[in-house]
Nanobody, 126 residues
């Protein structure tokens, strides 16, 4: 059974940093593509960054240069390093995974992910 568990969310002032983690279990982790999404109140869930099984990465324009997605295959853990945070980054952040063997050149929409974590809240105050 695939399980994704996020951690690392919290409250931070604008300009600060946070690192989110997503512990994965129950599948061949290294063969999956994985991503971070976020959902602000009243808005649709949007893709933030994706990391392909070969380690290549793609970012949404809104976070490019500020966020870094990475994974540690030995620890079965996905990370999102978030720097220079601003209030517009406030949202629930979700990690997602899928085994379908695609290699993404853009951040894919939610329909391309079969497995999701429960989310972790990130709040950025001005």
């Amino acid at each position: 059974q695939v399980q994704l568990v996020e951690s690392g969310g919290g409250s931070v002032q604008a300009g600060g940093s946070l690192r989110l983690s997503c512990a994965a279990s129950g599948y061949a982790y290294s063969n999956y593509y994985m991503a971070w999404f976020r959902q602000a109140p009243g808005k649709e869930r949007e893709g933030v960054a994706v990391i392909n099984s070969d380690g290549s990465t793609v970012y949404a324009d809104s976070v490019k240069g500020r966020f870094t997605i990475s994974k540690d295959n030995a620890k079965n853990t996905l990370y999102l390093q978030m720097n220079t945070l601003n209030p517009e980054d406030t949202a629930i952040y979700y990690c997602a995974a899928d085994p379908r063997g695609r290699r993404w050149l853009v951040v894919p929409p939610v329909i391309y992910f079969g497995y999701w974590g429960q989310g972790t809240q990130v709040t950025v105050s001005s």
